[in-house]
Each structure stands twice: as C-alpha cells, then as structure tokens.
C-alpha cells in the first residue's frame, strides 16, 4: 500500500530542505512513500533549493513548480489529483510538524482500515517556548478551539483540532469530492465535507513546534479565522 504525502510550499527557503530530508528518512514498514510537493509561486530561494536538492539526491520526488501563488488549499487540491496512494496526508513544508509523528495517524488504520485520521495538537494546553510570543499564540490556540467546537456544533461530531495540518484520508474519497478553497479555508472545507458525507473523523494526540509570524508563519488567526467560520457555516447549509 502506498502513502502520499502532500507537501505546499511558498516561500520556505529557509527549512525547505531539511524537511525533505525529514520526510526521506521516514521509515513506513508496511507502506511505500510517494512525496509530491507543489511549490506554489515561491519569490525567494525556495524553488532554486528544492531543485538542487533534488538534482544531487536523484530523490523520485515529484515536483510541481506553479508559476502564480495561489494559495495553500488551490495547492493541496492541485497534488491531490496527481496522487496515487490509496491514502493522502499533508506535509507543511516548515519545521512546525515533525514527519516521525504520521507514524500515530497510520496506526490508527490498523484496526480502522479507510478511516480519516487527524493529528490534534488541541488535547493539551499549549507550549509557549518564546515568552514574545505568548499572545500571539494563545490567540491563535483559542481561535483554533472556536472554530473546532463551532465545527462539531454545526455538524454534530466532537473534534478539537479542525484546523491541523495532519489530515489523513482515503485518496479515493477526496477525489471524488469538489473541493474550491484557495487558502486556508480548505481545512474547514474539506472537513466539513468529510463530515457532511457522514465520516467519521479520529483523532490522535501529537506534538508540534509553532513557529511565530517572525519566522514566516502565514497563517492570520483573525482575517483567516473569519473566512474558516464563513466556510464552516456556507457548507453546512448550502452544499
């Protein structure tokens, strides 16, 4: 069985490789790895880094290289056409998720097979490790919780972490659905149609290192955080 793992990208020169070099080492026993990235308009040294990468490791990434930035959600849905593993998972392309924590979200099929598995950093309360940032991540936490209890409210099944990063899914189920999000609206998306179409979502508790806005978080936990609420009500009532 193979697993793909979908990795956008914009503007991260700065970790690009050393979470390649992160994904390559992960050892699967019972799955094969296909790694797709989809850098999505880079203006900085990323895409020069990536194919150099590439050139000296004779790696069997696939690279999509998009002219335009289009935003995250138009890069996901853009790599989960291409995929061809019977199951997706998504890779940010920073330092935040550590690939050695998918290996808890495939357990999970072991005795679920086809199920959708999420990763939740929401179980616990969260790490501050830079007192600058104290505020900034607490409002990012608490904006998060909202939007997941908004999402179980308005879909009537409990979920503490709608907006990670660590989605795992049959890729079968996500082709089949029309997904239209360009930014980060496609996590409520597609978690709402997950949802919609009667999924059960499982989650599993996992560990993250949150970078700030000074280290290239994108991510605006007001202005994006509106647009995931607007989705999260526009497709229970409408689609």
Known sequence: MKLSIIIPVFNEEKTIVEMLKRVEKLQLSSLTKEIIIVN?????????????????????????????NNGKGAAVIFAIAKAKGEYIIIQDADLEYDPDEIKKLLAVLKTKPNAIVYGTRLKRLPHFSKEESRMQFLIHYLGNKF??????????????????????FPTKIAQNMILRAKGFE??????????????????VSITTTPRGYEEGKKLHTVRDGIKALWTLGKYRFVE
């Open 40 to 68: 999505d308009g880079s203006k900085d040294g990323t895409t020069e880094k990536i194919e150099k990468y590439l050139s000296q490791t004779k790696s069997s990434i696939k690279l999509y290289n998009r002219p335009k």
């Open 147 to 168: 939007l997941s209890l908004m999402t179980s409210v308005l879909y009537g099944q409990w979920i503490t972490d709608m907006e990670t990063c660590y989605k795992l």
């Open 186 to 203: 496609f996590e409520p998306e597609i978690t709402a149609k997950f949802m919609k179409q009667g999924h059960k979502i499982y989650e």
